[in-house]
């Protein structure tokens, strides 16, 4: 809806431009800005439903303390930059690993809400979650399964809180491995954390998945950066705030 107060366009929404009679938009109506407000915030809005953040978080940057992490802190505090610089500029996957309520939910999504205020385009779930979204769809639409595994395959950026903990049955090994390959070879930007080392010898983890998220390990520019936070469990810890 355009403002109806609105001083550019008198509350149509409508505008000519003002260029030349010679000016092939000369005389076409274009949306004037009153309308790209509104357009920005629809955007945003619809952005924020497909995410998967369904209220305001508190899980951001800002309170996230790398000083008062329960281990390495200047680690944590160079992690939280370089995934702050992500954000911006999501290339490439990564990987958090590491123990129980050392963070990484946490971190996960403050990256999400980061790319969210950027208006990118982000879904982030536990991969519980991620496979019941497949299963139901999301919100009132209730698309079909094949669109929903694009959505999950093709949007712009995938964060998977919790790899690993999922059972187990052909259908989701199949699924999480149709998203996974779909984005290692469209090399689309992903986040995953787990509790698991990849290396680990009774892995939950499809091995295919493991050697795709190992890609690069050993060398300095990969497309998997690896990250394994060596902190303890924060919960104790935690005030309100
Ligand atoms: N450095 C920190 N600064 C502020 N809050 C923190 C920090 N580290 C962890 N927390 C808080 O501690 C709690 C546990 O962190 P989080 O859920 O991110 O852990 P996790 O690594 O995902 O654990 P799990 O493996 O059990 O899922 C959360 O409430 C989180 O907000
Ligand atoms: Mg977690
Ligand atoms: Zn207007």
Known sequence: MPDPNCKICGGTGMVCLDVPTSDPRFGKPYPCKCMEKEYLSRKSQKLRKLSGIKSASSLTFDSFHPERCRGNKRAMAALKIALERWSERPKGWIILEGPYGCGKTHLAYACANKMLDLKMGVHIASMPDLLKTLKDGIGDDKNDLSSRL????????????????????????????????????????????????????????????????????????????????????????????
Not at 154 to 180: M, P
Not at 196 to 218: C, H, M, Q, T, Y
């Open 150 to 241: 694009d959505l999950m395959a093709q949007c712009s950026v995938l964060i998977i809180d919790d790899l690993g903990v999922e059972k187990a049955t052909e259908w989701s090994r199949e699924s999480i491995f149709l998203i996974f390959n779909t984005r290692y070879h469209n090399r689309l930007p992903m986040l995953i954390t787990t509790n698991e080392p990849l290396d680990s010898p009774n892995s939950n983890i499809d091995p295919r998945i493991r050697s795709r998220l190992s890609e690069g390990a050993n060398t300095k520019n990969s497309f998997c950066r690896y990250n394994k936070i060596e902190c303890e469990d924060y919960r104790p810890f935690k005030e309100e705030e």
